[in-house]
């Protein structure tokens, strides 16, 4: 019980609420705006650290004015709504489940995990309890977007950039309905919602995906500059816009299977127009795929080899010879770096990035002396050829490209047991017998890729089966 | 709607009811009587048999014009407790809430679904709150500022001033609700994209059942790693079928089937077009089968089947064509020992169509559950459905009402409200979760053990370690569970008024599976609370503070 009469109670209440102001106004003191070091001490440390609300990237007044009304518990609501979107996607109540996501976002606009988790949950996990494959490719894109929408409110964190990039890059191009995906990209199955062709708000230059990821991975590692990311291996995180130009590259030479005459029966007048046009198209495609792969190899060893990267060894670069490995080891001779050292770290990195494979498949890839674009190219034309039953011109066309690829395996023989490599010279060999056979002849004692194909006889059974199947 | 409503038989409820109200009656009386004697002595039982026909009489020359004027009070009492600030309240939502609404081009039929959902969480989350407080203040403030001895020295009865109260709060509930409705009903108009038709199917559904791959009759299909198997899935090109036997009331030229399936792939098969499925019309008494033109799976999205009265049918020996009429040979009548045919909803007297579903894909699944496949009337408009939910809002709210004033009758202002609020919460949210406690399906056992598992981070699904400490854990949750099993029918299931779901998926609200149900629970706590109520406001000391 306290002795204090009415009076003195509130004037106790009132010094006691004034002496607490003060540290709370020392403290808490908002900025005014107009100096960036001003306000309390919260204000200039949140300023210091560049963790105020318009440094981290677009203001939402809607999440801010949410943040607000709930005070302390917007962690307990962040909470249930994570639940409910958990029921709601065990029960496929999917417009519910799209709407709570967006909820969640709201309360939580700087959770960088909360944003890679409910993207990668769009695009990845709800995009696959779909059948149709265009309401697919919508869920991919609703989580790229979303992911997209991520770096704009972070505008710092090279990770939402780079997720970004996974989903237009690796999603759309490596999932199973890559084949699709990649067409929808450039050409939105909602023609009703996107009449041009093209959702712009992923797309709007209606380029490969591939490319609009690179710029993607490109903006992570221009972000990455100022801020550390913590998703994985360094030197892994900077190879990837590279890495995606080599995947374009790559991706070019696999649509070469889907060019066929039926998309261009509409625009010819007859079955022979729209072969040569399909033709024209595929040849267009190998020579534009060797071009890329040309660019690849230039961004591969001369931007990303050239990067240094920090090793418990000393800077290294993945660009390395003997004369490197000694200029960087008398450059940090002082950090007692040593070239047994560095070539340990180098090689160490270089195996985990797999450097020198892709050093190597794109320069010989884009190796004009040896034709291996022209290669690709014959071994599929016969293929066709001999499908379509003209086995004389399938011979011809295959015998032209088992040199090619020959003369590739003679010049980069790293490649030799290289497995998709090996597969292919094997396949283009299978092929040419099956021609020989058509024509009644047999296998000569010796012919291109003879040493290849004897080596991997193993793999007959399974390309024998793959061309039963035709294709 | 993935689950169809549980038809309500009107009559056993009633039985149910009348029988569940004669042992509370019953439990009261002897309760009475027996805490009587120890109180009065000898005299006790008297008094409290007097005490009950004083009550009866109090029911039956009860005034409608005193209820009315109580009911005002109540009502003028509110308003002036500021109760329609919610306004406030609502307008702020309703400004705002675009913000978070963002309609998606792609899919304007999910915005609809989110805006009802909105409209209606908002409307059920500031109208019950303020209406339980406001009924569960009135009595015990009436009793601490005493005005109530104003009331009661009147010529009103106590069982007047229950039902008054109950009048009065329910009225202000009413006025709110419908106000609010309205608000939603155009805010919704005005945020709802342009193309999206905006109406109310009308369905009738059937029963299910089952056969496996080798045509064996089987009560469920498959799961096929669902979490929740909301979908029980049957194999391609098998003889895997779901069967669905639906009541015909009436010969129409065309029948609409509408159905919404899921598809699963267990190999990548043909991706430029998605499963298909069959629809075939069976009359086994006929050995008649006409099979529909196949569709493809316009998953989680409605497909529609229009059957013409008159079908086409080849014979596969002769190839001869025949004509088959839906209603003459496809039909059969409606027969009451039939198990398949009890188990049916709605009107039969033109007789039971049956319809088989199979999956056309080798190796593929398709998903179904009951409620997925069902024959479409005539569509109602979006407002009638609208009108609808808001009713089972309002019967939501009335409940709600009566329990609060009855609670407020015998306890005071907070008591009453966190009472009134855990039975609504509790009945709104853990129905389900309870009946899992009681019935002991829900695993991880009571609260003691719980905590238990808790602290010491083991799962619900290990079993317990044999030891005394354990064994006393358990013993000590049995009584609690076995009391919660009591608890249970105090507890009123409110997921009947759950109205809005149907709204928002573009179905009309039932009537025999949703909105009998909320009514029969609403009028079936009535009568009970306002006969505790007022028992409880006679016996309490209205001196007491």
């Known amino acids: 019980m306290t002795t204090f009469n009415s009076r003195q109670r509130k004037t106790t209440s009132v010094v006691g609420i004034l002496i607490l102001l003060i540290p709370i106004v020392l403290l808490g003191m908002p900025a005014s705006g107009r100096d960036s070091g001003g306000g309390g001490m919260l204000a200039k440390l949140r300023s210091e650290h560049d963790l105020g609300e318009s440094d981290l990237g677009q203001i939402d007044p809607t999440s801010a004015t949410m943040s607000f009304v709930l005070l302390g518990m917007r962690g307990i609501a962040v909470n249930m709504l994570r639940m409910d979107l958990d029921d709601y996607k065990d029960h496929k109540e999917w417009a519910r489940m799209r709407a709570t996501t967006e909820a969640v976002i709201t309360l939580q606009p700087h959770y960088i995990e909360v944003w890679r988790f409910l993207a990668w949950n769009l695009a990845f996990n709800v995009s696959a309890e779909w059948d149709a494959v265009p309401d697919r490719y919508y869920w991919v894109k609703e989580g790229g977007k979303f992911s997209q929408r991520g770096t704009q409110r972070n505008a710092t964190i090279p990770e939402l950039t780079w997720e970004t990039g996974r989903v237009w890059g690796q999603k759309i191009g490596m999932a199973d309905e890559w084949r699709y995906f990649r067409e929808y990209f450039k050409n939105d199955p909602d023609t009703k919602t996107f009449p041009n062709g093209v959702d712009p708000e992923i797309n709007p ?37 590279m890495r995606t130009q080599l995947s374009y590259a790559d991706a070019l030479q696999r649509d070469v299977r889907f060019i066929t005459a039926d998309r261009f029966r509409q625009e010819s007048s007859s079955d022979e ?73 180098i090689d160490h990195y270089q195996k985990t990035t797999n450097y020198n494979y892709w050093r190597t498949r794109a320069r010989a890839e884009a190796d004009e002396s040896t034709g291996t674009s022209e290669a690709h190219r014959l071994i599929y034309e016969g293929e066709l050829k001999l499908r ?39 396949w283009g060999v299978l092929l040419w017998s099956k021609t020989l056979e058509l024509l009644g002849e047999s296998m000569p004692a010796t012919f291109p890729l003879k040493a290849t194909w004897d080596k991997y006889q193993g793999l007959l059974p399974e390309l024998q089966e793959r061309y039963n199947r035709g294709r | 709607m993935t689950v169809q409503p549980v038809s309500f038989d009107l009559l056993d409820g009633l039985i149910q009811w009348l029988v569940v109200f004669a042992g509370f009656v019953a439990t009261f009386t002897v309760v009475a009587l027996a805490t009587s004697i120890p109180l009065y002595g000898v005299s006790g039982p008297k008094r409290v048999i007097s005490g009950a026909m004083r009550g009866l009489t109090d029911f039956v020359s009860i005034s409608p014009r005193r209820v009315y004027a109580i009911a005002m009070l109540a009502f003028k009492e509110s308003i002036r407790r500021k109760a329609l600030l919610v306004f406030v309240v609502f307008a702020g939502l309703f400004m705002f809430a675009g913000w ?11 915005h609809l679904t989110n805006l009802v959902a909105f409209v ?51 009225a202000v509930g009413t006025l709110i609700i419908v106000l609010m409705a309205a608000v939603g009903y155009g805010w919704i108009l005005r945020h709802v994209p342009k193309d999206v038709a905006m109406f109310c199917r009308v369905p009738v559904y059937g029963s299910i059942s ?64 998605s499963l298909r499925v069959r629809f075939t019309l069976v009359n086994d008494e006929k050995d008649l089968r006409v099979p529909l033109p196949a569709y493809e799976v316009n998953e989680f999205r409605y497909n529609e089947v229009l059957i013409s009265r008159h079908q086409e049918i080849t014979d596969e020996q002769t190839l001869k064509k025949s004509e088959v009429d839906l209603f003459k040979d496809l039909l059969v009548p409606f027969d009451p020992q039939n198990e398949v045919h009890r188990k049916l909803q709605g009107d039969a007297s033109a007789g039971v169509l049956t319809v088989h579903a199979q999956c056309l894909d080798r190796g593929q699944y ?41 609670a407020s009758c015998f306890v005071k202002f907070p008591v009453a409200f966190i009472l009134t609020s855990s039975i609504g919460v509790v009945g709104s949210f853990a129905y389900g979760f309870l009946l899992e406690i009681v019935s002991g399906k829900q695993k991880g056992g009571g609260a003691a053990e719980s905590v238990y598992r808790l602290i010491t981070h083991m799962n619900e699904t290990t079993p317990l370690p044999e030891n005394l400490f354990t064994k006393s854990i358990v013993a000590f949750d049995k009584p609690l569970v076995e009391g919660l099993g009591i608890v249970r029918y105090v507890i009123p299931d409110l997921s009947h008024y759950g109205t809005s779901e149907w709204l928002a998926k573009g179905f009309d609200v039932p009537w025999n599976g949703v909105l009998l149900p909320a009514m029969a629970v609403t009028f079936a706590y009535f009568l009970p609370c306002l006969l505790l109520g007022y028992f409880s406001l006679r016996l309490r000391e209205l001196e007491a503070k």
């Open chain 2, 120 to 170: 209606f969480l908002a409307m059920t989350w500031i109208v019950l709150p303020v209406v339980v407080l406001l009924s569960c203040w009135g009595l015990p403030e009436d009793i601490r500022l005493r005005s109530l001895h104003t009331v009661v020295t009147k010529p009103v009865r106590r069982n007047e001033i229950v039902l008054g109260r109950m009048l009065g709060f329910s």
């Open chain 2, 210 to 273: 089952f056969l496996d791959r080798n045509g064996n009759p089987q009560e469920q299909g498959i799961n096929v790693g669902d979490i929740v198997m909301t979908r029980s899935f049957i194999e391609g090109g098998s003889k895997a079928t779901a069967i669905w036997h639906f009541p015909i009331s009436h010969e129409v030229d065309e029948l609409k089937i509408e159905s919404r399936f899921e598809a699963f792939r267990t190999w990548k098969g043909n991706m430029d077009r």
């Open chain 1, 273 to 345: 127009e729209a072969e040569a046009k399909a033709y024209a198209a595929r040849q267009a495609n190998f020579a534009l795929s060797r071009q890329e792969w040309a660019e690849g190899f230039t961004e591969w060893t001369t931007k990303f080899g050239q990067e240094e990267f920090q090793t418990p060894g000393g800077l290294i670069r993945m660009e390395a010879d003997e004369d490197v490995v000694h200029e960087l080891a008398e450059r940090q001779k002082d950090q007692g770096a040593t070239e047994a050292d560095l070539r340990q770290w």
């Open chain 1, 388 to 426: 379509s039953g003209n086995p004389e011109e399938a011979r011809q066309m295959l015998v032209r490209g088992m040199a090619n690829f020959a003369r590739l395996l003679e010049e980069y023989p790293d490649l030799r047991d290289e497995d998709l490599t090996v597969e292919e010279a094997v």
């Open chain 2, 366 to 406: 398709i998903g179904l559950s009951p409620g997925d496949c069902f024959l479409r009337l005539t569509d109602r408009s979006f407002a009638v459905g609208y009108i609808k939910a808001t009713v089972g809002l309002w019967l939501e709210c009335l409940l709600l009402v009566v329990i609060a004033v009855t």
């Open chain 2, 100 to 110: 978070f609404m963002e309609g998606d081009a792609a899919r304007p039929e999910l």
């Open chain 1, 205 to 241: 230059n209606q380029i490969d995906n591939y490319l609009v990821a690179k710029e993607w991975f490109q903006k992570s590692n221009d972000r990455e500059d100022n801020r550390e990311q913590h998703i994985m291996m360094r030197a892994l995180f900077r190879s990837q816009p």
